[in-house]
């Protein structure tokens, strides 16, 4: 424990931690060489997550960004998105999935894809 009262955890994969917050006490988890997408947390109380990176970049030659955004309870997900056109040579969908064996159905223009992907795991 630092002399602010942080107190400094390893976080390994895999791991599993439980945290006691109390009313408008605030939990940071930083990490700076891992993805933590697929991290599950639960709560028996209401909470916010907000995730973000310092430095996001959307490919090798754009600048570095600021970037955060309040992630959503899985409850509220839906079954159906809609991905815009990006004007780039190189595209990236990251699908999260938080259901065990899901399978996704790629459409474009109303026509079903060829390319169905079946997510074994969730996260």
Known sequence: QDPN???NIIITAGSQYTVILH???TLLIGISMYNLTGSEITSNKPVIVISGHECAR???TSQCNFLV???PPT??????YIIPYMESDEQYVVIVSSQKTTT??????NVSDTNIIFLPEKG
């Open 5 to 7: 009262g942080s107190l």
């Open 75 to 80: 409850a509220t997900w839906g079954k159906k």
């Open 104 to 109: 996704v159905n790629v459409m474009c223009n």
């Open 23 to 25: 009313r408008m006490q």
């Open 69 to 71: 955004e309040q992630m």
């Open 58 to 60: 959307t490919n090798e």
